[in-house]
């Protein structure tokens, strides 16, 4: 046991490191800690029979010192281990038990460390800087109403804060939790996120009819019912297709209210064909084609008119004198079953969409490319060269990627540049139409991402040719 101590303060390149049960390492943050604030506690050494300084306590403390470019160092002298059994067994005994006791703040201690210092004034890059932590992070501990669902969950502070939006809402935050278990979490709040915003566009149509008296249809229409949609419909003595005055529709109607986000001509707000859509910079399309640039997806509130009175009406379907054209309930079900699938398909792919770009951003921010991003690049080079052309990539590079002076850059700068075009090609090449047919080059593109630590939603592993059903979307 040690019985004499003495400070003193020594070069770190003077110490020798020997035996430590730990794979000793100083981490950037370590490094970047001593080098701004010191060593915030002594290293402990005793000197060997050359009078070298040999530590006993305080390995990675020693490396970070070295790599931060120290002058000195605390050290606490202490008596040297005996050179026997004894001595080596107190001094690994010593070392497990500094390194087993040691205890991390919990991640509530750190949300609310970060708050303190938000309440003293300091700005948030100013935390994020002094702590070393994603500016996100400190975004979400200054604004998370209490830090009790860190204590309940283990959740990071971000997740903590995302969970908080959700907290009057028992099933969403049991799923977000479940979420965070699996590495689905960012995809599972984007569809909450996604699902809010849809219900409270429909609460709002739907408040908007009912107070025109037009009722407002809870669900499907009962399997029996005698009624129809309009949109079957013919009037009975003209024969032509009905039509309804929305502000004067009259008796014995009801809407069906659905939301969905729709791609629309952005001059006018109108629905569009994803399938009818041209690239900008594509060959041979019509004069009057629509183009990529002309379009946007938006959150649009579908009305469908059902009657469930055809005769007070005066209308009927058009199969009523033919009835062997009347679809069966079978066949009418299954249609159901695939518009059930698509619409649940389709928002899928834009809740993740969201997701997978917020992920690329910070990956095409990387100083250098992974190891197996070469192959990649090739790949896209020699068989996809149209995606980088310049007009596809025209307002979406700078989304993902600030370009330095290529004249200066080193080469691992200019390999992950590299990488992030062909990346930001793909990704501008997705659409929200992707799920339903697999294209080779999606699939070398969400795989790749994947590789890389980015988590693919049921969806898009969908477009991947997984087998995904509608109730995993």
Not at 136 to 149: E, F, G, K, L, W
Not at 154 to 160: R, V
Not at 423 to 446: C, F, M, P, Q
């Amino acid at each position: 046991m040690d019985t004499t101590m003495n400070l003193i303060h020594v070069s770190p390149s003077e110490l020798t490191l020997v035996s430590n049960i730990r794979d000793a390492k100083a981490s950037d943050d370590l490094v970047a800690s001593v080098r701004e604030h010191g060593l915030l506690e002594p290293i402990n050494a005793y000197r060997d029979d050359n009078n070298d300084l040999v530590v006993k306590h305080g390995h990675r403390r020693t490396l970070a010192a070295v790599a931060a470019e120290l002058d000195q160092v605390p050290v606490i002298v202490t008596s040297a281990p005996a050179d026997d059994l004894d001595g080596k067994t107190d001094l690994i005994a010593a070392q497990w038990d500094e390194n087993q006791q040691r205890q991390n703040l919990t991640t509530r201690e750190q949300a609310e460390t970060i708050a303190q210092l938000a309440a003293f004034g300091v700005s948030p890059a100013q935390i994020s800087k002094r702590l070393r932590v994603d500016r996100s992070t400190v975004d979400a501990a200054t604004t998370m109403p209490d830090t009790d669902t860190l204590d309940r969950y283990d959740l990071t502070i971000t997740q903590a804060a995302v969970v908080a939006e959700f907290a009057d809402d028992d099933r969403a935050v049991d799923s977000l939790v479940r979420a965070a278990a699996t590495g689905q979490f960012e995809h599972q709040a984007a569809r909450l996120r996604q699902q809010r915003q849809i219900a409270a566009a429909l609460a709002e149509a739907r408040a908007q009819w009912e107070a025109k008296g037009v009722p407002v249809l809870e669900g499907w229409p009962a399997y029996d019912s005698k009624g129809e949609w309009v949109d079957r419909l013919v009037d009975v003595e003209t024969g032509e297709k009905v039509t309804i005055d929305p502000d004067n529709p009259g008796d014995h109607l009801a809407v069906r209210l659905d939301a969905d986000f729709t791609t629309v001509l952005t001059a006018t707000g109108e629905p569009v064909d994803p399938y009818e859509i041209y690239e900008d910079d594509e060959e041979d399309r019509p004069e009057d084609a629509i183009i990529r640039s002309q379009v946007h997806e938006a959150l649009v509130v579908q009305t469908r008119w059902y009657c469930d009175d055809l005769a007070a009406r005066g209308w009927k379907t058009p199969w009523s004198t033919a009835s062997q054209g009347e679809p069966t309930e079978e066949e009418r079900e299954q249609k159901r079953a695939e518009r059930r699938d698509v619409i649940a398909a389709n928002k899928a792919w834009l809740a993740a969409e969201q997701v997978r770009r917020d992920w690329l951003k910070t990956f095409c921010a990387r100083k250098a490319a992974p190891k197996n991003s070469a192959a990649f690049v090739a790949a896209t080079i020699t068989t996809s060269p149209h995606l980088l052309s310049a007009d596809r990539l025209r307002g979406e590079r700078e989304t993902y990627l600030t370009v330095p002076d290529t004249e200066a850059m080193t080469t691992a700068k200019a390999t992950m540049t590299s990488l992030a075009m062909c990346l930001i090609a793909h990704e501008v090449n997705t659409h929200k139409g992707s799920w339903r047919h697999i294209d080779r080059r999606t699939v070398a593109y969400l795989r790749f991402i994947e590789d890389q630590g980015y988590a693919l939603s049921p969806v898009e592993r969908r477009a991947c040719g997984d087998h995904v059903d509608t109730d995993e979307l």
